[in-house]
């Protein structure tokens, strides 16, 4: 089955503990972008990579980071959470070329509680 | 800065016709209009795109005005598993697209 898999679902963590999260896609895309949500403020764009060891910050990077080192990874870091990092996180895909680049695919999610 | 405008939230009853209404009066040429929905604190569905002919899909029919300024979604049998946010976008063929914070439809039974 054609999916975005983010890990974990939920995670509650403490100020300043470096934490990782994971997403992963068994499709070939070439595009990845995480996406946070908050209440009131709809999706917003934290990092993107439009291939293998190309990355390029979205609307919010602050406090982020990413790598693409393998073309289907693209996992989120935060080297030191903080409580405005609490959110929901959306890991996405999608095709650069061909009818398949016209939809992303997203993740499940992942809830962050920054404590 | 938001490029599109939805409504807030609107109500439909179930089995009748869903029309949301997005305007985009500050589109370009060569961006699209796309359509995504989210239930409930799920990812986000992509539903439907297009450029300036109206589109449809197994899910949803699209209609953008000549001008291109306004288009809207139409889910032609709405049910109650089709209440969700829904997101109107407008972007480039470049993969890169906002998300504004869209419109909640109810369908009531």
């Known amino acids: 089955e054609a999916q975005v898999t983010q890990n974990p679902r939920y995670l509650i963590t403490v100020t300043g503990k470096k934490l990782t999260v994971t997403c992963s896609q068994n499709m070939n895309h070439e595009y990845m972008s995480w996406y946070r949500q908050d209440p009131g403020l709809g999706l917003r764009q934290i990092y993107y990579s439009m291939n293998v060891e190309v990355t390029d910050k979205g609307d919010v990077p602050e406090g982020y980071k990413v790598s693409r080192k393998e073309k289907r990874n693209f996992p989120l870091i935060l080297e030191s959470p903080s409580p405005n990092q609490t959110s929901l996180y959306f890991c996405a895909s999608s095709s650069l070329t061909g009818q398949a680049r016209w939809g992303y695919t997203f993740g499940s999610g992942t809830r962050l509680t920054v404590v | 800065d938001a490029k599109t405008t939805q409504p807030t939230s609107m109500d439909c009853a179930e089995g009748r016709a869903a029309n949301l209404p997005c305007n985009h009066s500050?589109?370009?040429?060569?961006?699209?209009v796309y359509w995504y929905r989210q239930i409930h604190s799920q990812g986000p569905q992509y539903i439907i795109h297009?450029?300036?002919n109206n589109e449809t899909n197994e899910m949803a029919s699209l209609i953008i005005t000549e001008d291109r300024k306004s288009s809207t979604l139409i889910l032609p049998h709405a049910t109650l598993r089709d209440t969700a946010v829904y997101y109107c976008i407008v972007g480039g063929a470049t993969n890169k697209l906002i998300f504004g914070t869209g419109t909640l439809l109810a369908v009531q039974p």
């Open positions: 297009g450029l300036k």
């Open positions: 500050t589109i370009s040429g060569n961006e699209y």
